[in-house]
């Protein structure tokens, strides 16, 4: 596949991602913020949510199987992942986030596990998406090319 | 040491000056090969966050320290285990301006330490933003202007304490290049106070590598405003989304009465 085809495959694979609702503006930023003096900005601000994100998903699934429920310790669980997700844009786990926060607040213990399952599949959802976006954008450097800038009117 | 971190700082900013987001970068070499950078220190728990706005404020050409707690700012600051004190022998002749206690060049237990804006975030476990503002202004380093960050929408009340203590602004996160502006807005009118009493003082403004600068940086004012603008309209496509938050937090965000900027 060449270059040219190879850009629009992705350009039309990350607009998608936001049509869907998996990324939002904010994701635009990071992009916008990465330069030719760190041109892997965006993959490392992606790898450190990933990797925050798998740690807190299991402190809190951890939290959540205890005979007696810290709630406060799951909230400020959530709290995290909701500012780390809501500063890379993936904003379907920041809503994820949001909602299991009200159930926090309220005890909710079988409210709390349904949000946390679903917490953990926005995340493995837009986790493998973006790892098919940096993937594509990878290939796209290796074959000499260069990765367009998207520009979305919101 | 003042020296050497202005050489750094030529070193870092030759990078960025490839950033293609700065057309201006030919105007502002001039500047910048004078090596003063306002210094940003940055507290956030998030290391996500850090590297977000370690990245903002770098490629808004300043120089950046993160760190990742109240605990750990306030001992970069030498601010742990000391007497908050301007009068320590360490802190006098090389550092700059040790006479006035203005925000560019404050003296301190790290000597030649210059730090011109703190952002902190509000809510981190231990030392909150607010304990940490609250320690700062009762220091040596109360001169420095504060930021205050929270991911949250904040209840005004909790806004508005923060700002009673001191604070400049409390902003949201995650900021945007466009929040950088304010943040420069700030950091010049620090700067404005800081040029008044260097004024006042021949000796300082000859002795002294940062007082040249300051000087320096005062009449540049207007490429740097211009630099913030062009930000801005890099970040048409987000127009919407920043319509959206400037009038939700409208209310959150209590006018910061009689913001001079030195233009």
Not at chain 1, 51 to 71: C, G, I, R
Not at chain 2, 123 to 142: E, I, N, V
């Amino acid at each position: 596949m060449e270059v040219g085809q190879m850009q629009r495959r992705l350009v039309d694979y990350t607009k998608s991602l936001f049509m869907e609702g998996f990324l939002d503006a904010q994701f635009l930023q990071l992009q916008q913020l990465q330069d030719e003096s760190n041109p892997d900005f965006v993959v490392e601000v992606v790898s450190l949510f990933l990797d925050d994100s798998e740690k807190l998903l299991n402190d809190l699934t951890m939290a959540l199987d205890q005979p007696n429920v810290d709630f406060k310790k799951v909230d400020a669980h959530v709290h995290q992942l909701k500012g780390s997700s809501s500063s890379i844009g993936a904003q379907r786990v920041k809503n994820a986030c949001i909602a299991f926060r009200s159930f926090c607040e309220e005890q909710n213990i079988d409210a709390t596990l349904r949000c946390l399952q679903q917490v953990k599949q926005e995340y493995y959802l837009v986790k493998n998406k973006l790892e098919t976006m940096l993937r594509l954008e990878q290939q796209i450097v290796a074959a000499g090319g260069s990765i367009p800038m998207i520009e979305l009117g919101f | 040491m003042e020296l050497m971190k202005s050489s750094d700082n030529i070193i870092q900013d030759r990078t960025q000056q490839q950033h293609k987001q700065e057309p201006e970068m030919q105007a502002q070499e001039g500047q910048q090969e004078q090596g003063h950078h306002f210094h940003v220190l940055a507290v956030d728990d998030s290391v996500i966050d850090r590297k977000l706005l370690e990245k903002l404020l770098k490629v808004s050409s300043y120089q950046v320290t993160c760190v990742d707690s109240g605990d750990k700012a306030l001992e970069y600051l030498g601010l742990l285990n000391n007497l908050d004190s301007d009068s320590t022998a360490s802190s006098s002749s090389s550092s700059s301006s040790s006479s006035n206690s203005s925000s560019c060049s404050q003296s301190s237990q790290r000597e030649g330490l210059k730090v011109n804006l703190i952002m902190t975030d509000f809510c981190m476990p231990g030392m909150s933003g607010y304990d940490l503002l609250k320690r700062l202004k009762g220091s040596s380093w109360k001169d420095v202007p504060v930021v205050v960050m929270s991911s949250e929408n904040v209840p005004s009340r909790i806004s508005i304490r923060c700002l009673e203590g001191g604070a400049e602004e409390f902003m949201l996160k995650p900021l945007q290049l466009s929040d950088l502006e304010k943040i420069e807005a700030y950091l010049l009118k620090s700067l404005h106070l800081s040029c008044t009493n260097i004024d006042k003082d021949d000796d300082d403004n000859n002795a002294d590598h940062n007082s040249d600068n300051n000087n320096d940086k005062v009449v540049n004012n207007d490429s740097n405003i211009d630099k913030g603008n062009n930000s801005t309209s890099m970040n048409n496509n987000f127009s919407k989304r920043k319509a959206l938050s400037s009038e939700d937090t409208e209310s959150r965000r209590p006018k910061i009465k009689g913001l001079a900027v030195a233009i």
